[in-house]
Nanobody, 130 residues
Framework: QVQLVESGGGLVQAGGSLRLSCAAS????????MGWFRQAPGKEREFVAA????????FYEDSLKGRLDISRENAKNTVYLQMNGLEFEDTAVYYC???????????????????????WGQGTQVTVSS
């Protein structure tokens, strides 16, 4: 059974930082590209960041570039999202997702598409106070 378990969320003041973690089990982690998405109340789930299976390629939502750093440790089956300079608008539930290398489409052209991912975590709440 595949499980993705996010942690590291919480309440932080504007300008602060958080590091989210996503621990994966039940899958061959190094055979999956990984992504982070978020969903604010009343809004659709949106792409935040993604990392290739090797960690060599990373992708970010344009409006968030410069404040985020996505990384992974395949030996620990874990992907991370470092978030700096948090703003009130970053308040959301953050989800990690896994996408198999066996997916037919190119990851570099579809990393932001929610429907391309095979597995999702339950999410971790990030609340930024202004």
């Amino acid at each position: 059974q595949v499980q993705l378990v996010e942690s590291g969320g919480g309440l932080v003041q504007a300008g602060g930082s958080l590091r989210l973690s996503c621990a994966a089990s039940g899958l061959a982690f190094n055979m999956y590209n990984m992504g982070w998405f978020r969903q604010a109340p009343g809004k659709e789930r949106e792409f935040v960041a993604a990392v290739s299976w090797s960690g060599r390629s990373t992708f970010y939502e344009d409006s968030l570039k410069g404040r985020l750093d996505i990384s992974r440790e395949n030996a620990k089956n874990t992907v991370y999202l470092q978030m700096n300079g948090l703003e009130f608008e970053d308040t959301a539930v953050y989800y990690c997702a896994a996408r198999s290398l066996a997916s037919g489409s190119s990851f570099s052209s579809s990393y932001a598409s929610t429907w391309e991912y095979d597995y999702w975590g339950q999410g971790t709440q990030v609340t930024v106070s202004s």
